[in-house]
């Protein structure tokens, strides 16, 4: 089980809508991953079971998408796994140690934005 790796992904503009299906065949094209996952692929992700790399179904929290050929954070996809982090949907089913990673790795984009995730408020 793994928290990626921080990339300091420059941010898409705050309104940009999120759709995590749209957002997935865009980032498995520009990853070449439309096969199976990769590096390039796992950037775009929050967390991923690391036994199962080689499957998209052990990738979580998508929070980026391509825009204009770059790899993005989007707002709204941070917003949106920030919420899962908090509970909504009915939460996230990772291991209990990798919990205060996610919610560290997801504040760093919350602080691009100049907010405050919604654990720290």
Not at 94 to 118: F, M, N, Q, S, W
């Amino acid at each position: 089980m793994t928290v990626t790796r921080f990339q300091d992904l420059p941010l898409a503009d705050r309104d940009r809508e999120w759709d995590a299906a749209a957002a997935d065949k865009r980032v498995r094209k520009w990853a070449d991953a439309e096969d199976k996952p990769n590096a390039k692929y796992r950037e775009a992700h929050i967390w991923y079971d690391a036994d199962n790399a080689d499957e998209f179904g052990a990738y979580k929290l998508p929070f980026a998408d391509v825009v204009g050929g770059e790899l993005k954070a989007v707002p709204r996809a941070v917003i949106a796994a920030a919420g899962i982090m908090d509970g909504a949907r009915g939460g996230i089913d990772i291991p209990k140690e990798d919990v205060e990673p996610v919610k560290r790795h997801l504040a760093k984009y919350y602080a691009k934005t100049g907010e405050t995730p919604p654990w720290e408020r």
